[in-house]
């Protein structure tokens, strides 16, 4: 049972590097979302998509790109890091939609990315 | 935007006690969520509560859904040291049509042995 796996689990980057957060389910779950999570706060919303081919912004999208080319797969990808990017990264999927219905969300256990 | 307010912000207790703690929000919601994240780990799905006024019990914990559906209670009772994690509550996050949850910014539980 793999749920949502992702990787990597940690990362150093420098300013100006990019890199792409990977992320699967094995749930063949049509909705995913990338959040982040900030010291001492909550989760907040980067992208989401609620199925192939299709993904929408969230509450903090600046920064950041999404794909969504298989259900399984949703990588995020940082363009050029900034140190306002270091924070900690969760994918998460679900059944059905997490908004209008509020579907319960599986997470993965996050990757770790500071930028130095 | 939305704003989901949780209190207290942090906790500390005795084994055995019991827990209260709540969360309110700036608008009315849908739903309401309760997640739990544990050092190092991804929250996971405590409770879910779907009606107004609707009380929902998961083992020794039991939620509350607000009659005002602007607020959440969550109750553990006899806590363990396993209970030990940051709570959050969630609900349909709704800016702009955006699909997924907006999160409150948890309450820390610690228990002193």
């Known amino acids: 049972n793999a749920g949502v796996t992702q990787t990597p689990k940690f990362r150093i980057l420098k300013i100006g590097q990019s890199m792409t957060l990977q992320c699967t389910q094995d749930m063949n779950h049509n909705y995913m979302y990338w959040y982040r999570q900030d010291p001492g706060m909550g989760l907040k919303l980067i992208y989401y998509?609620?199925?192939?081919?299709?993904?929408d912004k969230g509450e903090v999208p600046n920064g950041y790109n999404v794909s969504r080319s298989t259900t399984e797969d949703f990588p995020l990808r940082l363009e050029l890091a900034a140190p306002s990017q270091t924070s900690v990264y969760f994918c998460?999927?679900?059944?059905?939609?997490?908004?209008?219905?509020?579907?319960?969300?599986?997470f993965g256990d996050g990757t770790r990315l500071s930028i130095l | 935007g939305q704003q989901l307010n949780q209190s207290p912000q942090s906790m500390f207790i005795q084994e055995g006690e019991d827990v209260s703690m709540n969360c309110t929000s700036s608008s009315i919601f849908n739903t309401w969520l309760w997640y739990k994240q544990e050092p190092g780990e991804g929250p996971v799905l405590l409770i879910a509560l779907y009606k107004a006024g609707e009380l929902t019990s998961n083992g020794r914990l039991t939620a509350q859904f607000g009659i005002t559906r602007k607020d959440s209670f969550l109750n553990i009772s006899a806590s363990i040291p396993s209970d030990v994690g940051i709570y959050f509550c969630?609900?349909?996050?709704?800016?702009?049509?955006?699909?997924?949850?907006?999160f409150g910014k948890g309450t820390h539980l610690i228990i002193q042995p």
């Open positions: 998509s609620v199925g192939a081919g299709i993904t």
């Open positions: 998460a999927s679900s059944h059905g939609t997490g908004g209008s219905l509020g579907q319960p969300q599986h």
């Open positions: 969630a609900g349909p996050y709704s800016g702009g049509g955006a699909d997924g949850l907006t």
